[in-house]
C-alpha cells in the first residue's frame, strides 16, 4: 500500500541565527567549540548582542526539521511534527514549512504561548558549527500534539536525537516509536550530537530499547555511545541496536550496514565553508532514496553529493535556486 508521507520527522523547532566568528571569540566567551550546548534566554540574547555585528543569517533549523527539507527538496513528501509559538519566529518558522511544501501539525496547536526556541550557530574559519541553543517552548512537545493518522501513512518515523533533553519531548518520541511499531511503519533515529551522547546515553537507550530499523551517527557520536575505539569496532556494536546503521565520516565518507553487508559512501571532495545541517541533509536525502527504493550504492552517492554539496555554502538548507543543482543530480542518478 502506498503511503501518503515517505518521512514523518519529529523533532525541535529552533530559528537558526549564524554567525562566523573565531575559535579565540568562542574561548573568550566561554564556549565549547564544535558540540551543541542548551543555555537559557538570557544567555542567548547576551551572546547575540556580544556578537552583533558580524555576518548574520537567520534560518528556521532543528535537526530533523532540516532533514525533512532536504527530503521535500529531493520531491519527496514529508511531514514535520514539533512546536512553536505565536510570535513572529513562530510564524516564520510555519511559514518556512508551508513554502517547502511539507504539511505539519503547527495549526492544531492549541498552547502557542512563550517562545519560539532559538539557536546560535557559530560558524569558525574551519566550517565548524557550535552551537547553543535555547528550546523555548519547543522543549514542550506533548504527546497529544502527535498526528497519529499522519503518522500511521508514513513509510518512516524519524526522530532525532535532540528530544532526550526535555522529558515531555523525550515522552512525546517514546509514544510515537511505540505507535509507529504497533502500526508496522519504520524507524529511523540519529543520535544527533556527541553532548547528546555523553550527557542522555540512558535516554537514548531507552529510544533504542527494543531496536531500530535505521540508525544515523557520526563517528564522533558512534565512539562515544559505544566506548569503542575504532569505527569499525563501533559499528559491529551498534548492529545490537538497529537493523541498519549509517556512521557518517565527515570528509572521509560515511559506512552504511544494510542489514546483511557493509558498504563504504565515498566522499566528494569540496571546500567547505559551513558544516552546519551536512549531517541533517545526509540523513534527509538518505531517507529519501530509500523511500524511492534505490539501491544502497546510489542512496550512498546521493546522501554524499547532497551533503557535501551543502557545506559549500551558509545554512544549514540549500535554497531554492541552489536544491536545482541536487535535484538535477538526482534526475541523472535516478536515470543513470
Sequence with gaps: MNKQYDVFSLGNALVDVEIEVSPERLGALGIEKGVMTLVELDRHDYLLDELNGIAHHRASGGSAANSIFALAQLGGKGYHSCRVAND??????????????????????????????????????????????????????????????????????????????????????????????????????????????????????????GGVDLLFANEDEALEFTQEKSVEEALEALKDSASKVIITLGAKGAIYFDGQESHQISPYIVDAVDTNGAGDMFAGSFLYALTQGYSAEKSGILASFCSSYLVTQFGPRLKAESAKVIQDFNHELKQG
Design 88 to 209: 513572529e519566529a513562530g510564524k516564520f518558522y510555519a511559514s518556512d514549512l508551508s513554502l517547502a511544501g511539507v504539511d505539519n501539525n503547527i495549526s492544531q496547536l492549541t498552547d502557542n504561548d512563550g517562545t519560539t526556541g532559538k539557536c546560535l550557530v557559530m560558524i569558525t574559519p574551519d566550517a565548524d558549527r557550535t552551537m547553543n541553543t535555547y528550546l523555548g517552548i519547543s522543549s514542550n512537545m506533548q504527546v497529544e500534539d502527535l498526528d497519529l493518522n499522519a503518522l500511521e501513512q508514513s513509510e518512516y518515523l524519524y526522530i532525532e536525537g535532540y528530544l532526550v533533553t526535555s522529558e515531555s519531548n523525550h515522552a512525546t518520541a517514546l509514544a510515537a516509536k511505540k505507535h509507529a511499531n504497533d502500526k508496522g511503519v519504520q524507524i529511523a533515529y540519529t543520535l544527533s550530537d556527541p553532548n547528546m551522547v555523553k550527557f542522555f546515553k540512558p535516554q537514548i537507550e531507552e529510544v533504542l530499547d
